[in-house]
């Protein structure tokens, strides 16, 4: 294993440190809970929307606090969830008056900590909410999940969120707007490679240099089978049948296309699937309106890519097209 | 002895802690047949922080030491055992937050709570192979007993134990179909669940405690 790490125990509260500096004026952080919070929320006018999963899914969710997406985020161990404390200062700190979302992807530990949480800050007189993403199609139930997976379709519910919020949007219109959201997205991926999380210093799975692992999970989690490796293109072939057909998107729908980086596939790669996706999209009569290629919810440092597909409405287009300012930014 | 004292609930958890430490490479063992071979560790875990802070737990009532139990073992243990476990103890907390006694029929109540706890956050049901199984058969003793005239907590102990250990072998050829287990599938038919044989195991060393002689044990 070579990666850039002193002491494995260290890696998530030094990757924290560093977000926290490279943003310092914009975010805070909390060591004790392994907060990441904007600098100016809470504030009374605004309901906080916040999330928390296991690290390693970078830039999910701990790099997507700024202005327009999350409030705060507490990130747990790499692919461990957050324990049910750090979740429940997280609401206590982001208190409103007018109440708190809480996103979570479909993975067990998340949600049991989560609702524990809630349980917990309710009790305390706290106005919380829960949304469950559950977006991959691959398979209903996986290792760590009951139902389906929630992957990088999680994006869309918090920008949609995020921006609504931002807005002055109260809790249960956010709630129905990650409803929409959630009911109109779909995803799927693909690994090429296993990855390694530091503490652990080996892979978390075997897969030959031939072979690719067809609907993977963000853990690495079985999907849909193991298949030899194939052309770009008959693999984006089989991403986009089983995500357009799911929902399904029909022709005319006006749809946000999105060609997701597992963390260790170049971008050049994600363009080279890219193509082959928009052209597929086009075929089938959807208006892509607005495009995503890039890493937005990763594996470390796993090779590998998912697509997902959002049907739009008016009020959804507006919210992905306001703006936003994250810790992750290329101008 | 009717009541139950909040001192009678401190030795209990106590001796549940103990129980925990003492076989944590057991219940590892128990849950590398079908699960990730974690439980014991995570178990451990959050009863060694138990036994860290016992001086400092709050006491003023049966239901401040127990939710101060849940949140130091929720505190401690990520994953899916520190929801699960927490909640039983936040539940039943929660039902006696200003009592320094209670009866059977507030013990049903709480575990009541508990249990209705853990299957809200799993999503577990009784059959599917989990500590349900043996928490849901205790409660029923406690129930019957609790309406009773003359009833004495030490004879519902070790009732109530005698259906934990017989949930161990009544299960054993079971599917799993909550936790991690229930991706193992098949793997988990004829191995007892370490959740369940944790809590059987428990309860015989609450006899031990309490002074109460154990039930004949079981034939695995």
Request: charge should be neutral; glycine fraction near 10%.
């Amino acid at each position: 294993m070579k990666k850039f790490v002193n002491d494995p125990a260290k890696f998530v509260p030094e990757m924290l440190e560093g977000i926290f500096l490279a943003n310092e004026g914009k975010l805070k952080y909390e060591p004790k809970y392994n907060l990441i919070y904007r600098a100016d929320r809470p504030s009374k006018n605004h309901v906080s929307v916040i999330q928390g999963s296991g690290s390693g899914h970078e830039p999910a969710h701990v790099m997507t606090v700024g202005s327009g997406m999350l409030d705060a985020a507490s990130p747990g161990n790499v692919f461990a969830a957050p324990p049910m404390e750090y979740c429940l200062e997280c609401i206590k700190l982001m208190n409103t008056p007018k109440g708190v979302l809480v996103l979570i992807n479909n993975y067990q530990g998340d949600r049991m900590n989560w609702d524990m949480a809630i349980e917990m800050a309710e009790a305390e007189g706290i106005n919380v909410k829960s949304f469950i993403i559950d977006d991959d199609v691959a398979v209903q139930n996986s290792s760590y999940t009951i139902g389906r997976r929630g992957v990088a379709g999680n994006f869309f519910v918090m920008k949609a969120c995020g921006a609504a919020a931002e807005k002055g949007a109260n809790l249960d219109q956010l709630l129905e707007i990650a409803k929409k959201v959630n009911a109109n997205v779909r995803s799927m991926g693909v690994a090429l490679t296993s990855c390694t999380p530091p503490a652990k210093g080996k892979p978390i799975f075997e897969l030959g240099d031939d072979e690719m692992e067809v609907g993977v999970g963000i853990h690495g989690e079985p999907g849909r089978r193991r298949d030899k490796m194939k052309p770009a293109d008959a693999i984006v072939d089989e991403l986009f049948d089983a995500v357009a057909k799911d929902l399904p998107f029909k022709s005319g729908d006006r749809v946000a296309l999105m060609v997701n980086g597992l963390g260790g596939t170049p971008p050049s790669e994600l363009y080279v699937l890219y193509r082959k996706a928009a052209l597929r999209a086009k075929a089938a009569g959807l208006n892509i309106v607005r495009n995503y290629v890039g890493n937005y919810c990763t594996s470390l440092e796993m090779a590998g890519a998912s697509l997902t597909l959002l049907k739009l409405d008016k009020e959804i287009e507006e919210l992905l097209a306001a703006p936003a300012e994250i810790a992750v930014r290329v101008f | 002895m009717k009541e139950i004292t909040l001192a009678d609930v401190e030795t209990a958890v106590k001796s549940i802690a103990t129980t925990a430490l003492k076989n944590e490479q057991y219940f590892c063992e128990l849950d590398s047949y079908a699960g990730d071979a974690d439980f014991g560790v995570s178990l451990a875990t959050g009863f060694r922080a138990i036994e860290q802070e016992w001086n400092e737990l709050d006491r003023s009532s049966i239901g401040t030491f127990l939710l101060k139990i849940s949140m130091v073992f929720s505190k401690n243990v990520g994953g899916c055992s520190g929801p699960i476990w927490g909640t039983g103890f936040m539940r039943a907390g929660a039902l006696s937050k200003d009592r320094t006694t209670i009866t059977l029929d507030d013990l049903d109540k709480m575990l009541t709570a508990s249990i209705e706890g853990i299957q809200k956050r799993g999503g577990a049901q009784l059959g599917d192979k989990t500590l349900l199984d043996a928490l849901v058969p205790i409660r029923d003793i406690v129930r019957e007993h609790a309406g009773k005239p003359d009833v004495n907590a030490r004879d519902v102990l070790q009732k109530a134990t005698e259906v934990a250990n017989e949930a161990i072998e009544r299960t054993k050829g079971l599917v799993a179909k909550r936790g991690r287990q229930q991706f193992t599938g098949d793997r988990s038919i004829g191995t007892p669940d370490p959740g369940i044989v944790a809590i059987a195991t428990m309860m015989n060393d609450l006899c031990t405690q309490f002074g109460v002689a154990k039930p004949t044990p079981s034939k695995n």
